[in-house]
């Protein structure tokens, strides 16, 4: 498990518990009004960005739970080249169809409930899982398969993104 540390700055569980909060409470910072209300061409509803995590969430709930085999790395080799990846935000991606939002009005204390079970579920993976293995359902685009541990970050670096994104959509909400 010292690999698993090795580049690591804070505990898993405590950066995912931060990471949820700062989702959550930004979240909670929509205005109900405008929660499903597109706020400048091209963008998404603050209700579809909080949908688009809960599905993303699932989905690598999904694949650190799949199948796995032993891994022959470092199990935190790509944590770093993941982060980099996420959160440089000149970079531009479309959204894989299985974690797109449909196109509708969300109910805001349902999405909260959500986002706060998913983050609990992942949490309590990375508190209980061995997350060292290899995940094998789902390779990750440029890189190939990653382990649990990678997954995980890749969520957490992959909210952290979209908790700036919030941020862009709620001021330009707040101008329109």
Not at 100 to 123: M, Q, V
């Amino acid at each position: 498990m010292e690999t698993q540390k090795s580049n690591l700055i804070q505990p898993l569980p405590v950066l995912i518990g931060a990471t949820a909060q700062d989702m959550i409470g930004t979240f909670a910072l929509t205005p109900v009004t405008d929660l499903n209300r597109v706020p400048f061409e091209g963008s998404w509803t603050a209700a579809q960005l909080a949908e688009h995590i809960v599905l993303s969430l699932s989905s690598g709930i999904s694949l650190i739970n799949g199948d796995t085999q032993a891994t022959d790395r470092a199990p935190d080799k790509y944590v770093k080249d993941v982060k980099d990846l996420f959160l440089n935000f000149d970079l531009k991606f479309k959204s894989a169809p299985i974690i797109t939002p449909e196109d509708k009005d969300y109910d805001k204390e349902a999405l909260t409930g959500e986002l706060r079970s998913r983050f609990n579920n992942l949490i309590n993976l990375a508190q209980t899982k061995d997350l060292t293995d290899t995940c094998l359902a789902a390779e990750f685009k440029g890189i190939g398969y990653l382990t649990g541990l990678e997954w995980a970050y890749q969520q957490v670096y992959h909210t952290q993104r979209h908790i700036q994104q919030l941020k862009d959509i709620q001021a330009g909400l707040a101008v329109n």
